[in-house]
């Protein structure tokens, strides 16, 4: 009994935006599952008053002044697009209201 | 049976930052499609965020005057959602430690005062813009906007009517604005609008399915949108229907809301804390110097404008309303002139001018020091009333001062009492059979002989003058 | 295959650069002419910029011609992994998702090192997107192990560590975010180095682990590595998590004296689970340590086995996150055959990403998805933070953490990639330098009976490199045997 079922698969892959054949789906039903059940071993360690350690470092307030600097040109910023005109990036339609 | 609405606010506003939140590039609303843009906001493979410090310090600013608390330690988060005009395809904004929190705002509606909970005010960055007008199928993404320093302001579901959404706005609006931390410009884009509405039984607790209601072009397009989408819910529940929770757009042509995405199932974002940022940490000091730098905020200069000046309550709401022009107001106070007189003047005369021109107060010629000038010369009767009206059409085309272009026109008013008498004689004796009226008792007849004194002195007598020495005249 | 100048480190080039004893011009052709003769059997190169290369070469010679000082690594041939971000050429990341795409701008590490006049051959190979252990998750091709052509480099530098074994650079700048610079350094028998997290500036490192990622050198000895990192290290105002600190002058360090220093040894990392070879090498080493006065001390790090399990949520976390901008719209790979905005994002995403980074953001999606994250994600940043701790009680006791690199010399192709955790597990000893953010230093300390390499780690307190880099000096240049050069050509 696998760790996770390929319905999770499904629903994770949908949520990371990849589709998955048959096949892929169930390899990773037991690639996953192996190694998030490898990840449960984490449940033996009490970590009731651990403080998670949300940032690699200590430090703080690490800002920067508000300067305008140099913007890319135009056809610089454009150049690596799949597919762009003179103005902007071109993508398949996008339907109204679909964003979150 | 009795339904009440429960609405919430979520408001982006855009800071006014001369560069993004998170990269140097330029925050120019009409730069060409793409050329506001760098590596950074464009997401683009191995570079990083580096926060405005200029963001931080004109959120704590705004969440002060929104009376909210301020974080003495938050933290940036990912949120991660796919569409195109994301340009990391994760949002950096800020999750369960918001830089501020727990504030209210206090409207008044309808002469009732009202409280509005403020539940957070949070630092992100805006996304980039779609535009629809490329041909065969597909849409074309500006990312000047991507990376815009934006700040969400959402309220409690405290409110309960169209009205108190468009005084919240309108309040929230003229506060920001006395900040000086947006333009709050609604057609730019640099303060949208969203409701979160929902209507229950009256008297009852449980919260209905709500319905979000974005993209709305003005405030009184979110008082339309909001009223129309209460009686809509209402009716959909009254004929025995359930209101779907969704994202509705409003259609001001016609008038109505209109579905636009159903939700599926709740978003899942998979926040997480950014690891490119580090923590904001607001210290007392660092609060404290924000906070003295305050300006004093709209409703406490409404009511000192009422306490100190004397102006009725309609008068003070109009002056300080935006906060150039009560600056305005009291520079003319300060300069010398009368309160309720510079009040009047401000107000109908100055503002009709302005209206014409589609100037703003911060456009005008007028200096407030002119203004003051203006009614001393009034109150000394230099000038009348009218010969004051000319002047300011005047100065506010040239800019010049009243006393120059009193001189310059000639149009010092003839106070001398010799000079009037001179001129009400000569009326007189030009006009016996009128006089001979007047004598008879027709006291109509004195307005007639007014009209020929002041059209002899070129309107330059002083009329209270002239009055009395034609009465004394007459009756003499 | 004789090669003048290939099998010199940087630091001899640099100086006779500096002489007039050779220029720059010729050191670079010399290099660029064994890359085209060695390099088809060893594909660590994915990118030769000759004629940039040569040019960047003809602007120090000319520079020195002129009499201005020259840089401190003036002449130096490096390749750069696949992931530094680079104006010149393409930076794929070893992605077919990323084929073609050419960066805007230099990464900060790639303009300190042209601001002190290094030369940059080109580009190596590496796994896709520094996910891996072997270099076989390269979309472009498969780099071998110089030291036996059926064995795996290591990874995800692996081309940085097979380009410097094999003399095709004097050295090469890597990433590593869980051991990818030390493990194939150890693989390869080089000198690789982790810095502290925030010692370099991650501003042009294609993302893997933003909270994990640090770039370092991988050398031919130990005085290179310090001089590299003079070169890159400091505080760049593009990355806000890159440490506002004096950088001393590493090559200060490299004193050869480590008479008093105390060595920590690690209980949890000499168990069954170490290769008996590689024990063996390692345990050498140390006696050659305390010949030269350093004490041992055993010490404990009692949630190291819980490492890889914390490593790999988090790992996997900020990649998903990381790797979601590569959706075909601004930059990067598109299907030809979507239609529709959805269409774009799954088929270009599906076909642009290999198996490895298909899992590896299945997994960080997975784990941070809602109802999963407070057992996954904030678990395992507790546990980075007890593991943290652990160090930081160690080195109370010790002056630096010394271990081996991996349980086991190179391993041979396809030997783990049937079982992608089993190749996870084979990062146990660096990956909790990482959750640490610890500076972490492999040298080599000897060859297996078959003739690979075997590396040895040492581990520091933060930003505490000159330890370091003084303990591998000392042992380096008194180990009392040559590593010798790779049986190739
Ligand atoms: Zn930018």
């Known amino acids: 009994m696998s760790r996770i079922g390929k319905a999770e698969v499904e629903h994770v892959a949908g949520l990371a935006q990849l589709e998955l054949d048959e096949a892929a789906k169930e390899r990773l039903v037991h690639e996953m599952g192996d190694i998030l059940a490898y990840m449960d071993q984490l449940n033996a360690l009490d970590t009731t008053n651990v403080e998670p350690m949300m940032h690699a470092l200590e430090m703080t307030n690490v800002f920067r002044e508000d300067c305008v600097g140099?913007?890319?040109?135009?056809?610089?910023?454009?150049?690596?697009a799949p597919n762009h005109d003179e103005e902007y990036f071109i993508v398949p339609k996008i339907l109204e209201g679909g964003n979150a | 049976m009795e339904y009440e609405a429960v609405i919430g606010m979520e408001v982006h506003v855009e800071i006014n930052s001369k560069s993004k939140v998170f990269c140097a590039c330029g925050t120019d609303f009409h730069a060409p499609p793409n050329t506001n843009?760098?590596?950074?906001?464009?997401?683009?493979?191995g570079t990083l965020p580096v926060l405005n410090v200029d963001m931080v310090n004109k959120s704590v600013a705004a969440g002060l005057a929104l009376g909210c608390t301020i974080s003495r330690w938050s933290k940036m988060d990912r949120k991660n959602y796919f569409y195109p005009d994301l340009a990391k395809n994760y949002q950096i904004s800020q999750y369960d430690l918001p830089l501020c929190h727990g504030g209210y705002m206090d409207i008044e509606v309808n002469g009732v005062e009202k409280r509005i909970g403020i539940t957070r005010a949070h630092i992100e960055e805006d996304t980039a813009r779609n535009t629809h007008t490329i041909g065969g199928g597909q849409s074309g993404v500006d990312f000047n906007r991507c990376g815009m320093p934006l700040l969400e302001i959402v309220t409690e579901p405290d409110i309960h009517s169209a009205d108190e959404a468009y005084a919240y706005l309108t309040l929230l609006k003229q506060t920001l604005q006395y900040l000086e931390v947006s333009d709050c410009n609604m057609e730019e884009g640099s303060l949208r609008a969203e409701a979160n509405i929902s209507v229950r039984p009256k008297g009852t607790t449980a919260l209905g399915s709500k319905t979000e209601v974005k993209n709305v072009a003005s405030f009184s397009g979110v008082h339309k949108a909001i009223d129309f989408e209460?009686?809509?819910?209402?009716?959909?529940?009254?004929?025995?229907?359930?209101?779907?929770?969704?994202?509705?757009g409003w259609d001001a042509d016609r008038g109505v809301t209109f579905s636009q995405r159903q939700k599926e199932s709740a978003h899942d974002y998979r926040y997480f804390p950014e690891p490119d940022l580090t923590p904001i940490v607001v210290d007392e000091a660092w609060e404290q110097r924000i906070r003295e730098s305050l300006p004093e905020l709209p409703q406490a200069r409404c009511k000192r404008f009422q306490t100190t000046y004397g102006l009725s309550p309609y008068d003070a709401g109009v002056l300080t309303a935006g906060r150039p022009m009560a600056d305005y107001y009291e520079s003319v106070i300060t300069a010398g002139a009368d309160p309720k007189k510079a009040a009047n003047w401000i107000m109908v005369d100055l503002q009709a001018l302005l209206t014409d021109a589609k100037q703003?107060?911060?456009?005008?010629?007028?200096?407030?020091?002119?203004?003051?000038?203006?009614?001393?010369?009034i109150g000394d009767g230099a000038i009348s009333g009218k010969m004051a009206k000319d002047i300011l059409r005047d100065i506010f085309e040239t800019g010049k001062t009243p006393k120059a272009v009193v001189e310059e026109k000639g149009l010092v008013q003839i106070s001398d009492t010799g000079a009037v008498?001179?001129?009400?004689?000569?009326?007189?004796?030009?006009h016996p059979a009128q006089v001979e009226q007047y004598k008879g008792g027709n006291e109509k007849v004195l307005g007639f002989l007014m009209g020929q004194v002041m059209r002899a002195s070129q309107g330059k007598a002083n009329p209270k003058l002239a009055e009395d020495l034609l009465r004394k005249l007459l009756n003499g | 295959m004789t090669a003048p100048w290939c099998d010199k480190t940087g630091h001899e080039i640099r100086e006779a650069v500096v002489r007039g004893d050779v220029t720059a011009r010729v050191v670079?052709?010399?290099?660029?002419?064994?890359?085209?003769?060695?390099?088809?059997?060893?594909?660590a190169y994915t990118q030769i910029w000759e004629e940039y290369a040569l040019a960047m070469a003809d602007r120090v010679d000319e520079k020195r011609r002129s009499g201005a000082t020259l840089g401190i690594l003036a002449g130096v041939p490096i390749s750069l992994k696949e992931l530094m971000c680079t104006k010149q050429g393409e930076t794929t990341c070893a992605s077919k998702m990323l084929a073609g795409y050419r960066s805007p701008f230099d990464g900060t590490m790639v303009q300190r090192l042209a601001a002190a006049d290094a030369v940059f051959l080109g580009?190596?190979?590496?796994?896709e997107f520094a996910m891996g252990s072997s270099t076989e998750n390269s979309a472009i091709k498969t780099t071998k192990n110089p030291w036996d052509l059926g064995c795996v480099p290591g990874g995800s530098s692996g081309g940085s560590a097979a380009a410097v074994a094999a003399d095709l650079c004097s050295m090469s700048m890597g990433s590593d975010t869980g051991g990818s610079i030390r493990?194939?350094?150890?693989?390869?028998?080089?000198v690789g180095i982790k810095p502290t997290y925030g010692r370099v500036s991650r501003f042009g490192l294609v993302a893997f682990a933003s909270s994990l990622d640090q770039i370092g050198p991988l050398t031919k000895d130990v005085r290179d590595a310090a001089l590299c990192l003079n070169a890159i290290c400091g505080r760049d105002p593009m990355d806000a998590t890159s440490v506002d600190l004096a950088v001393p002058d590493f090559t200060a360090a490299l004193t050869g004296n480590v008479k008093g220093l105390r060595i920590g040894l690690p209980k949890e990392y000499f168990t069954d689970a170490l290769g008996a070879e590689v024990r063996e090498k390692v345990m050498a080493a140390i006696e050659v340590l305390r010949g030269l006065g350093a004490e041992t001390v055993e010490v404990s790090l009692p949630h190291c086995d819980y490492a890889i399990a914390a490593y790999y949520i988090i790992c996997t976390a900020e990649a998903s996150a990381n790797l979601a901008r590569f959706d075909g719209v601004r930059y990067g790979f598109r299907h030809p055959d979507a239609k529709d905005m959805r269409g774009m994002y799954v088929m270009s995403k599906s076909a642009g990403f290999g198996p490895e980074v298909r899992r590896r953001i299945l997994l960080g999606t997975y784990v941070l998805s809602s109802g999963y994250y407070d057992a996954y994600y904030l678990k395992a940043q507790k546990v980075r933070r007890l593991i943290k701790q652990d160090f930081d009680e160690a080195f109370e006791k010790c002056d630096v953490v010394l271990g081996p690199t991996t349980p086991s010399p190179a391993f041979r192709f396809g030997e783990k990639t049937a079982d992608p955790l089993e190749m996870y597990l084979s990062d146990i000893y660096t990956i909790s330098v990482n959750l640490a953010t610890l500076p972490g230093l492999s040298l080599p300390c000897g060859l297996s009976s078959s003739g690979l390499p075997i590396g040895m780690q040492l581990i520091a307190k933060p930003f505490a490199e000159e330890t370091l880099l003084r303990t591998a000096h000392a042992y380096e240049q008194n180990r009392g045997f040559d590593m010798g050069k790779p049986p190739i050509a």
């Open chain 2, 421 to 430: 008498e001179a001129i009400v004689r000569q009326v007189a004796e030009g």
């Open chain 1, 70 to 80: 140099e913007s890319l040109p135009r056809e610089e910023a454009l150049r690596n």
């Open chain 3, 123 to 127: 580009k190596v190979n590496m796994d």
């Open chain 2, 360 to 377: 703003e107060i911060t456009d005008c010629k007028v200096a407030p020091e002119h203004i003051a000038e203006l009614l001393t010369l």
């Open chain 2, 37 to 45: 843009v760098c590596p950074v906001c464009l997401g683009m493979p």
């Open chain 3, 183 to 190: 493990q194939p350094a150890a693989l390869c028998g080089c």
């Open chain 2, 230 to 248: 209460i009686k809509r819910q209402i009716n959909v529940i009254r004929e025995g229907g359930a209101v779907l929770q969704e994202t509705r």
């Open chain 3, 28 to 43: 670079t052709e010399a290099h660029l002419a064994r890359i085209h003769a060695l390099d088809g059997k060893i594909d």
